[in-house]
């Protein structure tokens, strides 16, 4: 699977038509992807978790397992038994997830 971001600048949040620009591939192949100013993450289809490098050219693996995440303020997530998670810490080094 491949990671392709609208790269013109113009997309629906800001009242543009995303089918109006061009794709620009990305590297990495992810199931779901999410981008919110906590940054791109993404899980693939280990649900191994994953954020996109400051540079936007390579995929950090962060430890835990979720099936979805979602990336605004904060980032969360799901694991295939359907709960939810948030992460107690910002630190990549360990990004350790709690229940809630």
């Given at each position: ?52 490098s400051a ?46």
């Amino acid at each position: 699977q491949q990671i392709r971001c609208e790269s013109s600048g113009i997309n629906a949040e800001y009242g543009g038509n995303a089918l109006e620009g061009s794709w620009q591939l990305v590297p990495g192949g992810l199931r779901r992807v999410s981008k919110g100013r906590s940054g791109i993450w993404g899980v693939n289809k280990h649900h191994h978790i994953f954020v996109l490098s400051a540079n936007g050219q390579s995929w950090q693996r962060v430890p835990g397992a979720l099936v979805h995440i979602a990336s605004g303020s904060e980032v969360w997530g799901v694991n295939s038994n359907q709960d939810i998670f948030c992460p107690t810490t910002k630190s990549m080094e360990a990004y350790p997830w709690k229940a809630d």
